[in-house]
């Protein structure tokens, strides 16, 4: 039995964050409501979960170095009762791996982390491995081998680079001469510089979901449909229960009962958001995140149990017993032009709307675009959730100081 003991003294169960935006501070506040001490990392200063943490460091999470560091130095060479919790795709995985044989925990497990960092990991084990049905695709590391893919896969088509996230880099080539312009445009989005492309064959879905999958000491459980609209590949509003038919359910729960199941083994533990793209009865597998969703912060007013709560749950083999949800929806709030220390507009007014929450993720400035808050509300129903969060987050402007 695990014991539980006080933060900031010996006895203490000890979170470090790899990554420390608005999903890491959240879990940091479930983590500290257990008395867990918690460890906020991030390649800038006064990420949102370090201004909560116990304490902060400020590199890289793509240098292995200074992660092995870090671990070594807060763990002090103690393996239980001390977990490292990526909160970001661009990570350097390999360290994982090795502190993990090295028997220190990362969450879920460190060939999970390394898996999903790379869209080519993660497609040929869910469709070649476990022969999930997904959108048709091909990898490109040329000009003429990303034409070759696109007309196997046909038009339209999307690119996206094999390593990034949010949207960047990814766009749709209608014709095969807009592949030249796709191409550019991956090549300069990608995180890692790898060099290569997806191109998948775009799918006319009816509905796409994010599926909240979590893996815990008695096994696997799942969430209620989240759903979603992304814009140029960025989440702009989700919504929960996002109504299925009771097939397109059973078959979207076995999908990512298959991959979270591979995915984790025997040890792994931990949230995963599972995006399926839904016609009909038809479901896809898209991709996965080893880690709590943006568009699961609906969560945080639509179920007793956000994602994160269950994702801290999960990590420390505490019961997840039943997860039930009511409708709520959550849209993001998202400031346009770059800015050091911005300042919130209408706050009080969008909290006037009856069932409404506001959530400031303090990030402490803005380059080109970025989401810096949401605005959360619940409702009778889904369409009423919507539209009062939809109605909070347009009164809430996000401007120079
Ligand atoms: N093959 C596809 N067909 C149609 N829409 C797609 C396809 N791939 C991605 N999208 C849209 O773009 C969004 C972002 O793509 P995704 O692969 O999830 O990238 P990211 O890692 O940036 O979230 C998806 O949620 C979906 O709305
Ligand atoms: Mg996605």
């Known amino acids: 039995m695990r014991r539980f003991g006080t933060p900031l003294k010996s006895s203490a169960i000890k979170l470090l964050l790899l990554g420390s935006g608005e999903l890491g501070k959240e879990v940091a506040i479930e ?20 201004q909560i943490a116990h304490r902060s460091y400020t590199f890289n999470m793509r240098d292995g170095a200074k992660i092995r560091e870090v671990v070594e130095k807060e763990s002090a060479g103690r393996r239980t009762n001390f977990f490292i919790v990526p909160e970001i795709e661009a990570i350097a995985t390999d360290t994982l791996v090795e502190l993990e044989k090295e028997g220190w925990r990362v969450i879920p497990k460190a060939s999970a982390t390394r898996l999903t960092m790379d869209r080519q990991g993660i497609r040929k084990l869910a469709a070649e491995k476990l022969k999930l049905p997904t959108s048709p695709y091909r990898f490109a590391s040329s000009l003429e081998e990303l034409e070759a893919g696109a007309r196997a896969v046909g038009f339209p088509c999307v690119i996206k680079p094999t390593m990034s996230s949010s949207g960047h880099g990814q766009s749709v080539a209608r014709k095969p001469a807009d592949l030249k312009k796709c ?11 790898t060099g290569k492309v997806i191109v998948e064959g775009f799918i006319n879905f009816d509905y796409e979901i994010t599926l909240l999958t979590v893996r815990h000491a008695k096994g696997i459980s799942y969430c209620a449909p989240v759903g979603h609209i992304q814009i140029d590949g960025d989440y702009r509003e989700s919504w929960q229960p996002h109504p299925m038919t009771k097939t397109a359910l059973k078959k979207a729960q076995t999908i990512a009962k ?7 083994g025997k040890t792994g533990r931990g949230i995963f958001g599972v995006e399926l793209f839904v016609k009909g009865d038809n479901v896809l597998f898209s991709e996965l995140s080893p880690r709590p969703h943006d568009t699961g912060m609906v969560t945080m007013v639509s179920q007793t149990m956000s994602e994160m709560e269950l994702h801290v749950r999960a990590i420390l083999d505490l019961p997840i017993l039943e997860i039930p949800c009511k409708p709520g929806a959550s849209v993001a709030i998202l400031a346009w032009k770059s800015m050091k220390n911005p300042v919130y507009n209408g706050i009080a ?5 009856p069932g409404t929450h506001v959530r400031i993720f303090g990030k402490p400035e803005v380059i080109g675009h970025r989401r810096m808050g949401v605005a959360l509300a619940t409702g009778k129903t889904v369409a009423e959730a919507r539209k009062k969060a939809m109605a909070a987050a347009r009164n809430i402007r996000v401007v120079t100081s």
Do not use: Q, S
């Open 183 to 193: 191409w550019k445009f991956a090549m300069e989005g990608t995180r890692a510089h």
């Open 258 to 264: 298959t991959v979270v199941g591979e995915l984790c």
């Open 349 to 353: 007014e969008a909290l006037k709307i």
């Open 31 to 50: 983590a500290m409501r257990l008395g867990v001490e918690v460890v906020a990392c991030d390649r800038y200063e006064n990420a949102p979960a370090m």
